[in-house]
């Protein structure tokens, strides 16, 4: 298996405008994650998604971000329009579901610069 | 809630000491699951171990080892006569339900620079 696929693996964009990322999770995995990461803030949580139903957006941080998992072999997290606090490395991850012993594996990571 | 705390921020060594990442957690349930990551600096995130919450035996892999002690709330993480290419960020993270789902919580991370 390929492992969990992330695109763009680096965006640098202007402020306003839309960005969206990708992921394809491991075939047989049901559940996605998306985590983004910073200096200050460390690894964070913004939406999880079992079977494809998104189950905690709690930690999507304003309406400005949103999730979709059309299917189970993709999922895209959206940002518009951007802002350059909104700079970042965004992780997806997947891993079965149903327990909380299994192993989430991640992606490369997209490496998100808003100027 | 919970929560995963690594105090120390950054370490170096020099090639060849043992190294240990504290790791303290906090968390309600009694069924639980701990994790260690490592991010080189390619980026990506390594998964390397996990425990259960019932299960306190250390374990020993290579010249890496971890310490469970659900007395004190630790993970400890060390890694014998350690080499350049260890040096990374490592992270310890707590698996425990979390308003009805389990959710992975990630402590700051440990940045450990091994120094030739």
């Known amino acids: 298996d390929a492992g969990v696929i992330q695109s763009p693996r680096h965006e640098v964009t202007e402020m306003g405008q839309e960005v969206t990322l990708r992921c394809k999770p491991i075939?047989?995995?049901?559940?996605l994650f998306w985590y983004r990461q910073t200096m200050m803030r460390g690894l964070e949580l913004l939406i999880y998604?079992?079977?494809?139903?998104?189950?905690?957006d709690s930690g999507m941080p304003e309406d400005r971000f949103s999730a979709k998992m059309p299917n189970a072999s993709f999922s895209t997290l959206k940002i518009q329009p951007s802002e350059p606090r909104d700079s970042a490395v965004y992780f997806c991850?997947?891993?079965?579901?149903?327990?909380?012993?299994?192993?989430?594996?991640f992606g490369a990571g997209s490496r998100l610069t808003v100027l | 809630a919970q929560k995963v705390t690594q105090a120390q921020t950054e370490i170096s060594v020099v090639e060849k000491e043992d190294v240990t990442l504290d790791c303290v957690y906090e968390?309600?349930?009694?069924?639980?699951?701990l994790f260690w990551y490592k991010q080189p600096p390619s980026g990506e995130l390594v998964f390397l171990i996990r425990r259960n919450s019932f299960d306190e035996q250390n374990e020993i892999s290579g010249r890496y080892s971890w310490n469970f002690q659900k007395s004190t709330s630790s993970f400890n993480f060390t890694i014998t006569a350690s080499q350049v290419v260890d040096s990374a960020v490592y992270f310890c993270a707590l698996s425990a339900l979390w308003a009805g789902s389990y959710q992975l919580t990630f402590g700051k991370g440990t940045k450990l620079s091994v120094i030739p």
């Open positions: 991850a997947s891993s079965l579901a149903g327990s909380g012993a299994n192993v989430l594996t």
């Open positions: 075939s047989g995995h049901n559940s």
């Open positions: 968390t309600r349930d009694t069924t639980y699951y």
């Open positions: 998604f079992n079977n494809n139903v998104p189950i905690d």
